[in-house]
């Protein structure tokens, strides 16, 4: 009996501290969180692994994220997968949907401030052109012999609507001949008083009050705009192929100014070392329960062994 006990003795107190020494190293992993000092003197295994090499733990981990997982060609491939296609597809279809269903006039008051400030701004910066646009299109030979042409139409028209005293009156003076030789100078007289109105401060003013109360409000962009279902898909489309070309000419420089290393490794070093023990934890709470055990059973067998090789030596 005493010899099955002596026999025992070493596998089971082997058990025991394989174990607890398994145990008290994973703790070691984490704890203690700060260095311990005694007389000046820092004990060893303070602070544990991970707070004392968290820096070049983050900056590991930053640095296989960017050279493994976040790198231009896999996010590439994935980007020309077709599930992950149909699915920007899809958030692209929603998006302009929800813009063309939605009241101008609704899109008008979420906006009010901000449509005020701009569409004066850019009534400003656009209608110098504009006017300078439709002055040099009314000065066109063409056009000005069109509008010469109309306004000796509109004078006949004009004189035949007078009465016979008028009509002689106007024949005997000859001032329907010397308006139609004046035409040209009255058309530059036209564009001349034109320019002044489209100058004026107050007709720019008009326009801009207009703009800012456009007609229709209560309808929607799509019945504004008239876009049928056939005109929706191309514009989905549109934007999906504009926004496919721009990702992939651009995700090197996207990369490159967020640099994933530095991003992950500045967030993982910023943790709290009690939020990171729990995440690992979490994760390999298993595998560390298991090495544990194996502790144990290692111990276990190194007691039978020396068991063994007692009882061979006497």
């Known amino acids: 009996m005493n010899r099955i006990i002596i026999f025992l003795i070493p596998p089971v107190v082997g058990c025991f501290i394989g174990y607890i020494t398994n145990v008290i190293a994973i703790k070691l992993l984490f704890r203690p969180l700060r260095e311990i000092r005694i007389l000046g003197v820092r004990l060893p295994f303070t602070p544990g692994i991970l707070p004392r090499q968290r820096f070049r733990l983050a900056q590991s981990i930053g640095g296989m994220v960017e050279r493994e997982l976040l790198t231009a060609e896999i996010i590439r491939q994935r980007l020309a997968r077709e599930d992950v296609r149909e699915k920007m597809s899809g958030a692209i279809s929603v998006f302009t949907q929800n813009i063309l269903d939605k009241p101008l006039k609704e899109m008008l008051e979420n906006n009010k401030d901000f449509l005020s400030l701009k569409i004066p701004e850019a009534v400003g910066k656009i209608y110098p052109l504009l006017v300078s646009l439709f002055l040099e299109f009314l000065n066109r030979y063409e056009i000005r012999k069109e509008m010469e042409s109309r306004g000796r139409i509109l004078l006949r028209n004009i004189f035949l609507k007078l009465n016979v005293f ?99 490794s500045e967030r993982i070093d910023s943790l709290d070392m009690l939020r990171v023990e729990r995440i690992v934890l979490d994760v390999m709470s298993d595998q560390f329960k298991w090495v544990e055990i194996f502790g144990g059973i290692l111990g276990f067998l190194i007691g039978i062994f020396q068991s063994a090789l007692s009882l061979f030596l006497n």
């Open 166 to 264: 008028q009509r002689f009156f106007i024949s005997a003076g000859q001032y329907d001949i010397t308006l139609e030789q004046r035409m040209p100078e009255i058309i530059d007289e036209l564009i001349e008083s034109a320019k002044e109105l489209l100058n004026d401060t107050k007709v720019k003013k008009n326009l801009t009050d207009a703009l800012l109360s456009l007609p229709g409000k209560d309808k929607n962009l799509a019945a504004l705009l008239d876009i049928g279902s056939g005109d929706k898909k191309k514009l989905d489309d549109f934007i999906m192929g504009r926004l496919m070309t721009a990702a992939d000419g651009r995700i090197d420089n996207i990369l490159a100014s967020i640099n994933i290393k530095s991003l992950v």
